[in-house]
């Protein structure tokens, strides 16, 4: 199993969430998050006459858990879905989960991440 978190724009929060159904990827957490972009992308913006201080840069933060067969097509669906091509699209980090459970009925392992029902 892996975890994948990726760090998207708020922006393309919809198209990645639908892109991630499409492929199969039903479950899945997001939190909204603040990070620190790039020299390029500090500073003041203006726009419409609003001058905006784009120091901190609004994202979301997505956490999937996944078999290992479904990582590539995870990865996949997302980087399609939230790729503009300019500086600021995001990251995306996979790292190992060495294992889970599903409170409800002790079950774990990869079973215990899809429901049967």
Not at 59 to 64: E, V
């Amino acid at each position: 199993m892996k975890k994948i978190e990726a760090i998207i724009r708020t922006s393309k929060f919809n198209e990645v969430k639908e892109a991630l159904r499409e492929v199969g990827i039903d479950f899945f957490s997001y939190w909204d998050a603040t990070g620190v972009g790039n020299e390029v992308e500090k500073g003041e913006h203006s726009y419409r006459g609003t001058v905006y201080d784009t120091s901190f840069i609004s994202r979301q933060l997505l956490t999937i858990v996944v078999r290992d067969v479904n990582v590539q097509k995870t990865v996949d669906a997302i980087l399609k879905a939230a790729k503009t091509g300019v500086i600021g699209d995001g990251k995306i980090f996979i790292s190992d989960i060495i294992e889970s459970y599903r409170i409800r009925n002790d079950e774990k392992g990869d079973t215990s991440l899809y429901n049967k029902e």
